[in-house]
């Protein structure tokens, strides 16, 4: 069983930073594929960054390219999500999420469904 829990949102304003932290316990996020999903209000829960186990290569959405980086650390089990340059749109709730058939390589990068999600850790930002 995976379990993961993200934290590091909060309120900035637009032009800010945040980094939110993906952790994950009972299980090394070295064997797994790690995506980063948020939700804004009214809208539907979108894919918008993840990155490889196998090589670390990252994938990202065109709305956060060039503004946020996933990264991961070995050694403290955690995946980041830094988000720079933050706008008004990114507001929402944020999410990581895995599951143990699927690939940031695959296809289209994200699938519909996940085994595994964390609670969500909330961002705003305000103009």
């Known amino acids: 069983q995976v379990q993961l829990v993200e934290s590091g949102g909060g309120s900035v304003q637009s032009g800010g930073s945040l980094r939110l932290s993906c952790v994950a316990s009972e299980f090394t996020l070295d064997y797994l594929d790690i995506g980063w999903f948020r939700q804004a209000p009214g809208k539907e829960r979108e894919g918008i960054s993840c990155i490889s186990r196998n090589d670390g290569s990252t994938y990202y959405t065109d709305s956060v390219k060039g503004r946020f980086t996933i990264s991961r650390d070995k050694a403290k089990n955690t995946v980041y999500l830094r988000m720079n340059n933050l706008k008004p749109e990114d507001t929402g709730i944020y999410y990581c999420?895995?599951?143990?058939?699927?690939?940031?390589?695959?296809?289209?990068?994200?699938?519909?469904?996940?085994?595994?999600w964390g609670q969500g850790t909330q961002v705003t930002v305000s103009s």
């Open positions: 999420a895995t599951d143990l058939l699927w690939s940031c390589s695959d296809t289209g990068h994200f699938r519909a469904e996940y085994d595994y």
